[in-house]
């Protein structure tokens, strides 16, 4: 008899552990599934994705390179090398394929060697329902050149970025 109760004792002890164990693991995958790094890597394949998607769709990436080139030539010309969508600027209409893109902000640098066109196309964006930053996604196009890394990466080096080369002369930054 004196076996039977400590056997009670034990199997109620272990039932009250699984469902403390359940919460636990719970609260566990619910914070993995809403944590920051995980949107960030998911908002980041999005954006990588529809990129690739616009430009491929417009003609390329050597398409790119031509309108690239093409804005540093007006640069040079209009002396007009900043465009900011949330101001109301808007791309020339020639610039068809960097019009898709739909970038926040476009620069152009005639002064630096190379020339070269600095393209965000998302990021750090505020919803008005979340306090939440977009993961930043940049396109960077250095004329005349064909580096690993270049310029691109001595530029973005403050703020932990590192460009990837996409083709010569292009890089993404993210």
């Known amino acids: ?3 039977s109760s400590a056997h009670h004792k ?3 002890g272990f039932l009250i552990l699984i469902p403390l164990g359940v919460l636990v693991i719970s609260l566990v995958s619910v914070t993995i599934h809403n944590s920051d790094w995980h949107k960030s890597w998911l908002e980041s394949r999005a954006q990588r994705n529809f990129v690739f998607t616009n430009v491929e769709s417009a003609g390329g ?4 390179k031509s309108e690239c080139d093409a804005l540093i030539s007006y640069t040079r010309t209009s002396g007009q090398g900043t465009w900011l969508s949330p101001r109301g600027d808007k791309l020339p209409d020639s610039f068809r ?27 750090m964006t505020r919803t008005r329902t979340a306090v939440r930053d977009t993961p930043c996604y940049f396109l960077f ?3 005349d050149t064909n580096y690993d890394h270049g310029y691109a990466g001595d530029s973005f080096a403050y703020m932990n970025l590192k460009p990837r080369k996409i083709a010569d002369s292009i890089f993404e930054i993210y």
């Open 1 to 3: 008899m004196a076996d």
């Open 10 to 12: 034990r199997s109620r």
């Open 61 to 64: 990436w050597n398409t790119f």
């Open 97 to 123: 394929m960097l019009r898709t893109l739909n970038p926040s902000r476009v620069e152009v640098s005639i002064d630096d060697k190379p020339a070269h066109v600095l393209i965000k196309v998302f990021g």
């Open 141 to 143: 196009y250095q004329q």
